[in-house]
């Protein structure tokens, strides 16, 4: 089974909290930057951010974290596909 994943700047909480109350999902954890381990952790600036949540609803996992800006974009162009003839 896949979980997928949700990746934003910055409204990875906002959005889990919205699913809660909205979709009646459940937030099952939420990891900011700043519960990394020394050796994984962010710049300052980023030390509220989600680094790894989870919610949980209708028996299935949605995965949610707050990217770095710049980074999604860059991640974009990591799923396109050559055009097949």
Known sequence: MLNPMSITTATAR???LYYEK?????IVSMMRNEQAPSDMRSPPERRHQIMH???SMDGQMLMASDGA???LSEAAGLFDLPDRQ
């Open 53 to 55: 949540g989870q919610i």
């Open 69 to 71: 800006a710049g980074a």
């Open 22 to 26: 909205v979709l009646g999902a459940k």
């Open 14 to 16: 906002l959005r889990s």
